[in-house]
């Protein structure tokens, strides 16, 4: 008899006690995962660094997460390790393409910005040359600049563009554009001020 009871009594106990351990820090844990996610989708949408189609296939994803959860949570042991495990990788995997989209984006954002720059430069170059607020010599440096440059950037566009490589050339734009901007000065020419106006 006491035999039954102190078995009645254990089954009582670890009946009560898996579902919370199932329960618990696994589903906390991948339900904060969940929030976090949608706040980077949020933010993304906000910033501009996703696309429509992008917001629509990660948010898509991450709802599936989502009811993939409810639907585990709400059987009588709660989510497993197995399950917790599982969905944290899909979690994980999720992560990552919401990263790199948002970083294609920016890298994208970024290339179009060098590519105006590059072109405005050259136009300021080329209207030098011709007002005369640039000799000859110094248009041809200046110009020489310019295409290293430009050189950087095709190279840098292959291998895709790193965030130190995107501030490298964009000092580098910075440092030509007021020596375009001093040359041109110098010799008392106003060309280049008209240029930035327009």
């Known amino acids: 008899m006491r035999k039954l009871c102190w078995m009645a009594i254990v089954g009582f106990f670890i009946l009560g006690i898996v ?3 199932h329960a618990g ?3 906390q844990h ?22 429509p189609e992008e917001v629509q296939k990660l948010q ?9 959860l409810d639907k585990a949570k709400e059987k009588k042991y709660g989510l497993t390790d197995g399950e917790a495990s599982s969905i944290n990788k899909q979690l994980d995997t999720l992560s990552k393409e919401i990263r790199k989209e948002k970083q294609d984006r920016q890298t994208n954002r970024a290339e179009g910005q ?12 080329e209207a030098g040359n011709r007002d005369g ?7 041809k440096s200046l110009q020489t600049r310019l295409d290293g440059i ?3 950037f095709d190279r840098a566009k292959k291998g895709g563009l790193s965030d130190q490589e995107i501030r490298a050339i964009e000092r580098s734009l910075d440092s030509l554009s007021k020596d375009i901007s001093k040359e041109r000065q110098d010799k008392g020419g106003f060309g280049d001020v008209v240029d930035k106006v327009k």
């Open 60 to 68: 898509s994803r991450l709802d599936k997460v989502r009811e993939r």
């Open 25 to 27: 820090p696994s589903e």
């Open 114 to 125: 060098i590519t105006r720059r590059i072109q405005e430069l050259q136009k300021r170059i």
């Open 133 to 139: 607020s640039l000799t000859g010599s110094e248009a």
């Open 19 to 21: 579902p919370a351990i």
């Open 30 to 51: 991948i339900s904060q995962r969940i929030t976090d996610l949608q706040h980077r989708i949020d933010t993304g949408v906000r910033a501009g660094t996703l696309t």
């Open 150 to 152: 430009q050189k950087q």
